[in-house]
């Protein structure tokens, strides 16, 4: 996952996946950058992890998150 600066929310997830066939030869192998956005329609799409508080433009999310089990 990729951040940006302090934010808690990932702007892009990188995915990579490697596998392989039953007689020991390489199989399947890809990689996909998977980016966060999110609709607003107000001015169309906006990436997650970049959104900034309104009317004040302050970064949102940022600081510690809580794990849940």
Not at 9 to 17: G, M, S, Y
Request: charge should be positive; proline fraction near 13%; hydrophobic fraction near 30%.
């Amino acid at each position: 996952m990729r951040y940006s600066g302090t934010r808690t929310v990932p702007v892009l997830f990188e995915i990579t996946a490697t596998g392989t066939n039953p007689d020991g030869s390489p199989g399947l192998s890809f990689s996909q950058v998977v980016p966060t956005p999110v609709y607003n329609p107000r001015p169309d799409w906006k990436n997650l992890g970049t959104v900034t508080g309104s009317p004040d433009g302050k970064i949102m999310p940022t600081g510690a998150t809580r794990r849940f089990r």
